[in-house]
Antibody
Framework: QVQLQESGPGLVKPSETLSLTCTVSGGSLSSYSWSWIRQPPGKGLEWIGCIYHSGSTNSNPSLKSRVTISVDTSKSQFSLKLRSVTAADTAVYYC????????????????????????WGQGTTVTVSS | EIVMTQSPATLSVSPGERATLSCRASQSVSSNLAWYQQKPGQAPRLLIYGASTRAIGIPARFSGSGSGTEFTLTISSLQSEDFAAYYCQEYNNWPPEYTFGQGTKLEIK
């Protein structure tokens, strides 16, 4: 049974970089794609970004310039870096598994999500404050 | 940009009754829609994907329908553990947005 566990600092200063790691246990990292999602206090869910099993990444256009997602298969981990944080980045951050299939056409490669985000970590709270 | 709109924001229903939650997309997402349940202090749980396919372990009282821009999550006979927040999410477009709706809170009447 696959389990995901987020880890990282619970407090980050404004203008600094938020760094989180998601450790995957009980399953293969390389067979799936992986996402980060966040939820500000009392609000809804916001997709942050995804690293596909091909190694390519994509992120929310509203965050794209500040987001880096990477994977370390040797440690069964994937990571999120969010630069230049402000108080608006205070949230519970979740990692999730994303089943995808590869689709190719004349325009290129597209990883297609086939079943939503089917396994989630428990979430970690990050507060941005000086 | 795709906008996902859920209605109502809050739904009050008695245990044993049927609950119907709606999700509307600002443009067609085909059947590339998922529903999640979230209880306070917990992570979201996948209920439905492909608009109508129940995820593993999800009881049959949960059903999803719709395609294109209009989607419905129905809970046929509410149990006490079903009172929670529910979110829809599209996963249709490229480049991806994977946009969530703002959620519907299902509360006990």
């Amino acid at each position: 049974q696959v389990q995901l566990q987020e880890s990282g600092p619970g407090l980050v200063k404004p203008s600094e970089t938020l760094s989180l790691t998601c450790t995957v246990s009980g399953g293969s990292l390389s067979s799936y794609s992986w996402s980060w999602i966040r939820q500000p206090p009392g609000k809804g869910l916001e997709w942050i970004g995804c690293i596909y099993h091909s190694g390519s990444t994509n992120s929310n256009p509203s965050l794209k310039s500040r987001v880096t997602i990477s994977v370390d298969t040797s440690k069964s981990q994937f990571s999120l870096k969010l630069r230049s944080v402000t108080a608006a980045d205070t949230a519970v951050y979740y990692c999730a598994r994303v089943p995808t299939v590869d689709y190719y056409d004349s325009s290129g490669y597209y990883p297609l999500v086939v079943a939503g985000m089917d396994v989630w970590g428990q979430g970690t709270t990050v507060t941005v404050s000086s | 940009e795709i906008v996902m709109t859920q209605s109502p924001a809050t739904l009050s229903v008695s245990p044993g009754e049927r609950a119907t939650l709606s999700c509307r997309a600002s443009q067609s997402v085909s059947s590339n829609l998922a529903w999640y349940q979230q209880k306070p202090g917990q992570a979201p749980r996948l209920l439905i994907y492909g608009a109508s396919t129940r995820a593993i372990g999800i009881p049959a009282r949960f059903s999803g329908s719709g395609s294109g821009t209009e989607f419905t999550l129905t809970i046929s006979s509410l149990q006490s553990e079903d009172f929670a927040a529910y979110y829809c999410q599209e996963y249709n477009n490229w480049p991806p947005e994977y946009t969530f709706g703002q959620g519907t809170k299902l509360e006990i009447k």
